[in-house]
């Protein structure tokens, strides 16, 4: 199958653009230069995004489902579930709308 892409663009850049250009690529995960120029032109932006907030929230998100599972477990068998739980339980829940919203507020502020 023969690409819809046929016609051929030439930059000339220097190396130490093509050093920042490789950097850029590497940081937003494109696959080349090609298709992050490609995306970089027809939207007018590429997004750098650090994900080490959303590996967060979702390892908050899996602590607060496997404790909310222990305690209806803990519910159905006992037909009762401790204050302590509950509070615990509300602490986690605060904590992951607390990230949640710094994590809003950074795509908030992007340029």
């Known amino acids: 199958m023969m690409s819809k892409r046929v016609i051929n663009l030439k930059v000339r850049i220097t190396p130490e653009e093509q050093e920042i250009i490789s ?3 590497g940081r937003v995960g494109e696959k080349n230069i090609s298709a992050y120029i490609r995306r970089l032109v027809l939207t007018g932006h590429v997004i750098e995004v650090d994900m080490s907030d959303f590996r ?4 908050l998100v899996s602590i607060e489902s496997n404790n909310l599972n222990q305690y209806a ?3 159905n068998e ?8 509950i509070e615990s339980l509300q602490k986690s829940h605060k904590e992951l709308i607390r990230l949640l919203g710094e994590i809003l507020d950074k795509f908030n502020n992007m340029q």
């Open 23 to 25: 950097e850029k690529i």
């Open 56 to 59: 967060e929230l979702r390892r």
């Open 73 to 75: 477990r803990r519910a």
């Open 78 to 85: 006992t037909g009762s579930i401790y204050k302590a739980d």
